[in-house]
């Protein structure tokens, strides 16, 4: 059983940063697919960006595309998520997955999920 704790959410005005980091604990992450994915009220849970389990291999949602860098430390079994320029539609909760293989998008496909952590970004 994997754990997944995210954190680094808060409000933010636009333009500005956040790293959001997201620590497993019960399994290490260094055979996992990691991925980040986002709602808003209302709207359906959506990818953010993947990683795979060596961290050369990456995939970003076209929204944050150039802003959003995707990394991860395996001795520390950390993944991060450093979010620059951010856009009023960047707020959501912001939720960590792991799955066992390669990098997915859908939500679907990831087994292990965290509780979220919010990002609120003002105008």
């Known amino acids: 059983q994997v754990q997944l704790e995210e954190s680094g959410g808060g409000l933010v005005q636009a333009g500005g940063s956040l790293t959001l980091s997201c620590a497993a604990s019960g399994r290490t992450l260094s055979n996992y697919a990691m991925g980040w994915f986002r709602q808003a009220p209302g709207t359906e849970r959506e990818f953010v960006a993947a990683?795979?389990?060596?961290?050369?291999?990456?995939d970003y949602a076209d929204s944050v595309k150039g802003r959003f860098t995707f990394s991860r430390d395996n001795a520390k079994n950390t993944v991060y998520l450093q979010m620059n320029n951010l856009k009023s539609e960047d707020r959501g909760v912001y939720y960590c997955a792991t799955r066992a293989g390669s990098i997915r998008t859908a939500p679907e496909w990831y087994n292990y999920w965290g509780q979220g952590t919010q990002v609120t970004v003002s105008s």
């Open positions: 990683i795979n389990w060596s961290g050369v291999g990456t």
